[in-house]
């Protein structure tokens, strides 16, 4: 009988709960590197200093009881100190120092291995990205469809490798504690990284990147549609800084023309002499008007006069000479760079449809541009971003503006919702999969708003500390803040939100944007936590919100508290009212005259909580952390695996020649058919 | 010298074999005997020199057939799928000058390259399934390829009465179909490229997803304005991703939307 090799996985005899004591030693190790990042804060701050300084006002001022003084000298460094010396204490009493090192060492094999692989499929990954950027600079330049179609194809084919790499990633990360841990806090500081950029790459910015660089290789020209706020104008100078590094920016607005824009003809100053001034005002004003061929026989007449007063008023001694200037959408074509038009949907749609030209033109093909001759370079594309929505697009703009059909067609393909990021609308608990419902099959819920929030209160080595029900503040703020975005942008929502009076919610004034949610992430971080989020969702957004809408402020305060999650303090109801006719939201002067009272209710008194890394990663990731697993290798039988080797290869054989045999007859008739055809046309 | 009886006698006699070699290998997973082992190589190698005879007549076969193409001088490849033992042409075939092209063999299932023919009359290609580049045939008066999936490049079908694939899927570059009366591709999801009509009557492509390019319409077509709805109807959909061209008799663009 030939047993099949298996590495055997089982349990080794133990006399104490192995798991329990590994689930400590990472609490330990927990504990510990927030003692040390403590401990390099203090000396970042000088915080034994300050604590003293802190304790002489104290006592001059004498505001505190002695006990609450006490209270303050406590530090969070002893607590964890205690905290470390007690688990350590606890582990020592179940498990001898040899069996600990045993099973710390096992534990840093596991971590390694992942690192390594990790490394090697990123290695992977980069080269994959330096091959593609290859072949999409080589099917920009080139000319010929054919070719053109196999360079796409083989794009595509690194962009699935690309993904499946990334999918492979994740999936060495649920292996395992150590991978696990290491994944979500290595993925944590990669986004502390991006947060000071404005545009951090979480799953959906990151598909919105690539699908827009895709087309832009592709087709030259990508327009991001979406509300105020959500980024987009940030994604496009990432996207535009790594496909052609330096990039060209025009700010759209009504007035814009398309000198601005195309090019603009400055004049120069020369001498000449008065006897030509004719000749000349003749020339300038037969270029003004092949320049401007719209305006009506009155406004030419006008500017005429103007031309000729100019031209003698300098001719006395001097000529005007003209030269060509290339602005920002033109220089763009010209050295084969990226041009971002934002807000393009304030800009007139006839001048925009001077892009077309260039979009198509072949590359280095010359074409002409509002009568400037100009070479379109590879590398050459145009990235529109507007704050509107595409119903809003096609309905509105399309049909007022009457924009040129043929970029409108050109849009298409390369118009890319960028909407609000996605967020789960359910419990924390609930938003946390069990590895059994990960297995089979069960989506993660949504969660990349919560993660820029965890991103920013964390610190560089993801260390989280803040009031014990922190991270359940946070993802509920993230579920409210995602919801009133969706809202303001008319996205679809899964289940229609009313107010208890029935009436819908109309937000369209106060852009509730990625910032909105960040500052008051960060002013409650700033202020270590000290009051309830509440007075921070109401300093950064109910009273902002007031003085652009106060309709608009009263909806959002009264959605916030009627769906449970924050203002449930009675004081937030009694001070602030919300007029039932027209929403109008009262009571904000009386917060702004006494706000220190009012924050001083809000305070929480609770000790702050530190949360250890399993905490963070699980809901950073939205997956329970993976149990351990003891591993023992079973020896292989040599004698079994020489036979299973001969097995395999019989095996590999008779599956060559199978689908032979099982579709001989059909492939026999199909060659006497042949023979057949073929000879008797020989004949 | 045929081969197709020898063949055919050969048949039975592996076929049985085969299904030998199955219940050999289960024994042999319980059992590891050597012998056991030894008689399922032999059986093994018997079926492989015949597979490797088979290959070789074929090829052979195929090529008396490749050597009637008019570009003799341009290579030409014969490429054999161990998978299912049908052949690849990578490589061009002109059969221009050919009347009718029905003798075209049954194992061939994909030219790589462009496959063209002129003033043939039949064209009969019953189990090609892809042509990698473009297929191009003039003045033709049945077409025949009841199992082409996929146009790599381009499909010209100038003059022909009617144009019936039934199974194409993907034609990758321009389709352009003049002076042809019906076109019926009931299973077309996309042309890559243009999509150039005259005087058709019945156009049936009722699961088309895309059009790259522009659309051009004769001036002449006899329902020229449903034509220019359904293309329009099309852009809408966002189907058709170009312009709408109509163009006169002498090749002349008149309209354009």
Redesign the interface.
Known sequence: MIKKVKIIYKYMPKKYNEKEVYSKLLSKRGAERHKASQEYAREKVFYDERLQRLKQILEKVSVFTPEEVEEVEKDDLEILSQEIKALQEEIEKQVSLEEIKNLQSRSYKRLFQFMRERKSLLDAQKELMEVRKKLRDEYQEEKNDGRRNVLSELISKYTEAFKQIEAKIKKISFRNPESFLAYALLELRKYKKELPSGIVETDYPKSQKERAEEILTKSRLVAFLGETGTGKTRLARKIAEEMTGDYEFVPGHKFITAEDLFYYRGLDVRKISPSDVPEIIKREVERFRLEHPDLSPEEIKSWEETIKQVVQGQAVSKELVSEVFLSAVLKAANEGKIVIIDEFNYIPPALLAGLNALIEAKPDEEISVFGQRIKVKPGFGVILTGNITRSEFRGRYLQREKIDPALVNRLNSGLIEYGSLPQANMSFRESILSQSELNEGKQIPSRELFQIGLTLLADEKGNISGPKDLLERVWNLSEELSLLQKIYGGEKLETPVKLSGGQDVVLKEYPISNRTYLSILEHWKNDNYRYSIDWYVYDNLIRPASIISPSEAGQIFSLLKERGMFFQDPMWGEVLKVNPTNYEIEGIEEIERSRKDFMKIQELKAPKHYFAPKEVAEAFLGVEMPELEEIEEVKKELEDEEKIKKYENLKERYDNVKSFIENLEQTIELYCQDEKNILRNKK | M???QT??QK?KE??GK?QN??AL?SE???T?DKKT?EK??SL?KE??KF?QE?KT??TQ??E??IQ?RENKNEKVEIIFD????RFIINGNLDFSSRIHL??F???IKEIAGTLRTESAHTINLP?LEKIG?NFYTLFTHTINLPNLKEV??NLEIPIAQTINLPNLEKI??DFIALLTQTINLPNLEKI??YFSVSNAQTINLPNLKEIGRDISFNEDNSDLNALIEVAREW?EK?IL???IKIFNEEGNLVQE?
């Not at chain 2, 161990?82 to 033992?85: A, F």
């Open positions: 045929p081969h197709c063949f055919k048949i592996l076929k085969a070699i199955e290998l042999y997973v319980k590891g082992e399922i190589d093994l079926i492989e597979k088979f007549k074929a076969l195929i008396k057939f009637r161990e998978r299912d033992c029905n003798d063999p049954n194992l189990n580049k790599g490049g990758e570059g890559g490229g852009r966002g991703r170009g312009k939307f």
